[in-house]
């Protein structure tokens, strides 16, 4: 965006290309002799920010006598970078990661939204560079060097509370193989939906971090009962319920989690009050669901796809809310994923095989009703 504004009167076009180009060369990709990478970068930077410059000089407006008007033009000018950027990026990223175009849409829109205020920064600073001349690019280098270092400082602690994460799942992990899985494929479930349903950067960081959380408690819970293949007694229906509590207490002692606490006490009570539950707590409580029906469990084979899909219908409006139970029956459609018998990857082992029809989950436990062959 400097670059727009500074070279707009003596180089309209070929000053701003060449300055994102510069883009392309990103070190670690130089050293592993990436070059298609450097060469698919040096093309996509180069063409969008040759369209942003087209954008910025046919606007209807004379930006050379206003601030305002160089900040105000920062905006389409971005927008336009971002949209070819993404143009470009998205198919190269979908058929990388075998992921479906819209699905990448949708994240890298959530993110392009952040660089609106650079631009308008970048517009300011090209515009005090040519009123100003170069002595005014070290008062804002020495900032832009300091937040760099504060942004560093953040990825750290963003590296350390990953580690914590995957220090807790590895403990559910020495406990019991299936939960530790379990909770990954919740939260990628829960991800999906989330994305479907549009939430936010932070909410979506929430859900994650809920999703993967959910089931801690169960460190406390012996391996007989977790893994118990009968129905449960009712003692210790209330011993297995009483993670719930524990793995609130537990994540409120850890400052990054601690956010998380009132989406999984309002699982307890979403039955009683769904309208006061969070949606993070309706995501995953389908999301687990899903995937216990979807998944061999000591109680019970996995079921079918379809037939999961249709206990969660079933069950919407009541025990589910139907907009998270839409949403996740969609994305796994569209997707084209199929999961449940037939289609696990990884199967546990088990000391007894499960049978076909099972008692009911021990995670949820079912003690009123006498029969049930279906339940998640």
């Given at each position: 965006m400097v670059a727009i504004v500074a070279f707009g009167r003596e180089s309209e076009f070929l000053g701003p290309v060449l300055v994102a180009a510069a883009g392309s060369l990103y070190l670690p990709q130089i050293r592993n002799q990436e070059w298609a990478k450097v060469a698919f970068n040096l093309s996509n930077f180069g063409l969008s920010t040759l369209a942003a410059a087209a954008v910025h000089t046919s606007l209807p407006f004379d930006t050379a006598d206003s601030v305002g008007l160089e900040l105000l033009a920062a905006i389409p000018t971005a927008l336009t970078y971002s949209t070819i950027n993404s143009a470009l990026l998205m198919p190269a990223v979908a058929m990388v990661t075998e992921r479906p175009v819209r699905e990448v849409a949708r994240e890298m829109w959530l993110g392009d939204l952040q660089i609106l205020p650079f631009a308008m920064l970048g517009g300011l600073l090209g515009r005090l560079y040519v009123d100003l001349g170069a002595w005014v690019v070290p008062l804002f280098v020495a900032p832009i060097l300091i937040a760099r270092q504060a942004f560093a400082s953040y990825l750290a602690l963003r590296e350390a509370q990953e580690a914590t994460l995957s220090t807790l799942i590895r403990a559910l992990e020495s406990k019991d193989q299936y939960t530790a899985d379990h909770v990954e494929r919740v939260a990628r479930f829960a991800h999906l939906v989330g994305i479907e349903l549009g939430l936010r950067a932070t909410k979506l960081e929430r859900l994650r971090c809920s999703s993967l959380m959910h089931d801690i408690g169960k460190l406390i819970v012996p391996n007989q009962i977790l893994n118990k293949p009968g129905r449960l007694t009712e003692a210790e229906f209330e011993r297995m319920r009483d993670h719930e509590r524990v793995s609130c207490e537990l994540l409120r002692q850890i400052d990054f989690l601690a956010p998380v606490v009132p989406s999984l006490e309002a699982e307890g009570r979403?039955?009683?009050?769904?309208?006061?539950?969070?949606?993070?707590?309706?995501?995953?409580?389908?999301?687990?669901?899903?995937?216990?029906?979807?998944?061999?469990?000591?109680?019970?084979?996995?079921?079918?796809?379809?037939?999961?899909?249709?206990?969660?219908?079933?069950?919407?409006?009541?025990?589910?809310?139907?907009?998270?139970?839409?949403?996740?029956?969609?994305?796994?459609?569209?997707?084209?994923?199929?999961?449940?018998?037939?289609?696990?990857?990884?199967?546990?082992?088990?000391?007894?095989?499960?049978?076909?029809?099972?008692?009911?989950?021990?995670?949820?436990?079912?003690?009123?009703?006498?029969?049930?062959?279906?339940?998640?």
């Open positions: 979403r039955h009683e009050a769904p309208n006061e539950a969070p949606i993070e707590t309706h995501i995953v409580a389908v999301a687990d669901a899903f995937d216990a029906m979807t998944s061999t469990r000591v109680y019970r084979r996995a079921l079918p796809q379809d037939v999961a899909f249709a206990e969660l219908r079933d069950k919407s409006g009541t025990q589910f809310e139907g907009s998270c139970v839409e949403a996740l029956i969609r994305v796994i459609e569209r997707r084209g994923e199929v999961y449940g018998a037939g289609h696990e990857t990884e199967l546990a082992d088990f000391a007894v095989p499960p049978p076909v029809v099972g008692t009911g989950s021990a995670g949820l436990g079912d003690l009123e009703v006498e029969e049930r062959t279906v339940r998640p």
